[in-house]
């Protein structure tokens, strides 16, 4: 059976449920009516002047000891308010409630009580007669009917929630086999060309293997990322936090970037904050946050044409410590400004600019500050530029 046949017939089966236990009560709430119900006559003092076997049955009391006693001897403090000598008694008037009555052995009882006022000949009020049907095991059904639909609702809802995680499993399952099979079906074609003709010129068969290497150099990419989002998603990811130098992290990471740069034809900065600020202060993983500053320097290092600038700079506070990266690049377009930290989303600056990439650099790097306690954010503005700025505390909480 498929997934959505299988979760409507489930829906199905709740439904049914549901209805039959609403069905049952309704049946009940018929039967509770039928049967004998409690009598009471009470003067206008409210005190009982006459009580059937039944209602005393119902109190547990017999009816000698109700009959002269005030109505107050069953009736629950907040209705007993209602109902103490020199106030106007709460039965006065025909009127059908549901009220608590308490037995003689303390024990609470739901009754429906239908009360008509009793007037003498001269139309002076006399007192009320009220019939008292016992409805605590319908109330009882009601509160245990209620417990079960909320029983019904969280199965319901944990299902619902199963479906749509088997869904987006699905779907991550699908945009992954999508996003390695197009460079695949590339590395075949050109081996492909390249088997076909051996007599394929020189220069011909470096331009093919070098494809084949950046295809190559995708795919392992790909992999890369998918296995630290993984990491990252089963909480696998260790942290090693201990206190690191800024700016030995900056010299490092100015090493490690500026090929890319000086290849691209963009100009890298890196500006450290003027006097003042511990540059050994920070307490974090050093490598988690090599990938974070990379990541973000590559991007700006792709969405910059050549000519362009990237720079990275450092500013503290006694808490946080910001790392900004501002490029001059071609900016976010702002329909498309809320999607890039999804998982394989590549923006339409991408196709423009032929870059590659694999729409997960974002997602993780995202993921790697708020595992460092820090949070990120960005502005673009197209044709103008980009600017990341994410803070990191100077000791983890
Ligand atoms: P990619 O592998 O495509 O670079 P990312 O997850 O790193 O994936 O980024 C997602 C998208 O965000 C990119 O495809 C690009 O459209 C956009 N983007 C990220 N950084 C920048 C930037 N500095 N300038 C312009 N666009 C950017």
Redesign the pocket.
């Not at 989303?345 to 991408?350: A, K, M, Q």
């Not at 870059?355 to 997602?363: I, Q």
């Given at each position: 059976m498929s997934t959505r046949s299988s979760h409507a017939a489930f829906i199905h089966e709740l439904d049914a449920g549901d209805r039959s236990l609403k069905a049952s009560i309704r049946q009940y709430r018929r039967m509770v009516q039928t049967v004998e119900d409690g009598v009471m006559v009470l003067d206008a003092d409210n005190v009982l002047v006459f009580v059937n076997q039944e209602l005393a049955d119902m109190l547990g009391y017999s009816t000698d000891v109700l009959v002269g006693a005030p109505l107050t001897t069953f009736l629950l403090d907040d209705q007993a308010a209602n109902a103490a000598p020199g106030r106007r008694p709460r039965l006065s008037v025909s009127e059908e409630s549901e009220i608590k009555l308490q037995a003689a052995d303390g024990t609470c009882r739901w009754a429906l009580v239908r009360s008509i006022p009793l007037f003498d000949g001269q139309g002076h009020f006399c007192g009320v007669r009220a019939r008292v049907s016992d409805m605590t095991a319908l109330k009882q059904a009601e509160a245990e009917v209620a417990r079960l639909k909320d029983q019904l609702d969280n199965r319901r809802a944990l299902f619902e929630h199963e479906v749509e995680e088997r869904s987006h499993i699905e779907e991550f399952v699908a945009t992954v086999s999508h996003e390695f099979r197009t460079p695949l079906t590339s590395v075949r074609g050109y081996i492909d060309l390249m088997l076909s003709d051996p007599d394929l010129p020189r220069e011909q068969q470096e331009r093919y293997l070098n494809r084949l290497l950046a295809n190559a150099e995708h795919l392992a990419n790909l992999l890369n990322s998918l296995l630290d989002l993984s990491r990252i998603a089963e909480g696998h990811l260790q942290l090693t936090l201990e206190p690191i130098s800024i700016q030995e992290k900056l010299d490092q990471l100015n090493e490690a970037m500026a090929p890319q740069f000086s290849e691209r034809g963009v100009s890298f900065k890196i500006e450290l904050q003027d006097g003042g600020f511990d540059r050994s202060a920070l307490v974090t993983d050093g490598e988690c946050l090599t990938r974070v500053l990379s990541?973000?320097l590559s991007?700006?290092c792709?969405?910059?044409p050549a000519g362009g600038q990237v720079t990275l700079r450092v500013e503290a506070d006694p808490e946080s410590v910001w790392f900004t990266v501002a490029?001059t690049?071609?900016?976010?377009p702002a329909i498309?400004q809320d999607r890039?930290?999804s998982k394989f989303?590549?923006?339409?600056?991408?196709r423009r600019l032929g870059?590659?990439?694999?729409?997960?650099?974002?997602?993780i790097?995202k993921s790697l500050v708020e595992l460092l306690g820090g949070e990120i954010g960005f502005v673009?503005q197209e044709g103008v530029?980009?600017v990341?700025r994410l803070s990191l505390p100077v000791v983890p909480h």
């Open positions: 990541n973000l991007n700006g792709k969405y910059t490029d690049g071609v900016g976010i498309e890039i930290f989303y590549r923006g339409s600056n991408t870059s590659r990439g694999t729409g997960l650099g974002l997602t790097t673009s530029g980009t990341f």
